[in-house]
């Protein structure tokens, strides 16, 4: 049964690939899995037909038979545990990876998203500066330690799975920031990720949809 | 084999159960698995061997074995796959209880952390208030949105969860706050949490190592 996501109709972003539905796409794409897009406004993501699907009224949201998901990182975990590529099969490797999955959401994310917010809504307040030198700092305790972690390995934890899924998009919204540019290690680790058939295939069908509503009136 | 997780030697809450070893602990304890508590200070936090186990240099750790593992919500979901009680055994109910894990860690959760800290760390700033406004603003945002989902219903979905034990281990945070007592089903939701004796065990053995801790000179 080929599974239903939403995404924006026009997204925020302009096409760079950052909002949530992208990492769906992506892990849809890295197992082969077809997919259908459904487009929502802003004004229906907050419509009582999608808050039955979404409680929060954001994107992305799964819906595959009677089953249907929110929260991008459970939707990956949904995709990963159905197909094989996302995750090892060895138990202890693939708890391993099920927690870089939760430490891209809950220890790497937090801080890079705050920090995109309060460039977006707090670029005129007073403690704009400090605010993001500080968040800045936050951001630079978890590149030192993933960097260190890192090192020279291709991906996380062996081979690429669903945990380096979610810490690159995590990483991606950094790009361009210079912040990321300090970490070389990173920055390749994110050019492995973007170079990836199945990034690239997602990437592609997002734009898509950019461009498309772009050119409408 | 008894599992071995980390926790702080002194807790900086005074006790109250905040830290994320508390989440850990429940879980253990709503399962019935006896484990072992080893204690950290936090210049052992930063330490060649604890980096090892956890490159964040935080707590809980998880040691099983040849298996380790960090990061609280990933522990969680390791017990809960592993011993019956935290997720159903229908897949569609299985996955929508890992969402509400991801739900609370990843939407619920930043904001209401980050007031914590804003408290902690800004109160003598001169936008600590707006700030604070705007924190409790978005951390409003999903309550409102959590509380509307919960209804009259005990738990998020069907039975207690992981997903429960998540979301009300975040929502904790916010005892005291005000911000929970506008909230009747939110409080009365975090009451029945409160209630369950596994919750009571691990909150009671946390407590014992801040006393134990407060007793020595």
Redesign the interface.
Known sequence: MTPTITAFERSPDGGKGLPRDMRVRWALEEVGQPYDVRLLSFEAMKQPTH?ALH????IPTYEEG??A???????V??IAERHAGLLPEEP?AR??A??W???A???V??PI??RALTIILERD???YA??LR?LEGSIRE?LD??S??LGDHDWLDGAFSAGDLLMLSVLLRLKGSEILEEYPKLSAYVARGEARPAYKRAFAAQLAVFTAASARP
């Open positions: 808050l409680p929060f009224g954001q009677d089953l998901l929110f929260e991008s990182g459970a939707i975990f949904h202890n708890a391993r099920i927690t999955m939760f430490a959401l809950n220890t994310e937090p998203f705050d307040q007073p403690w400090q605010r500080a978890r330690a993933l260190r972690h």
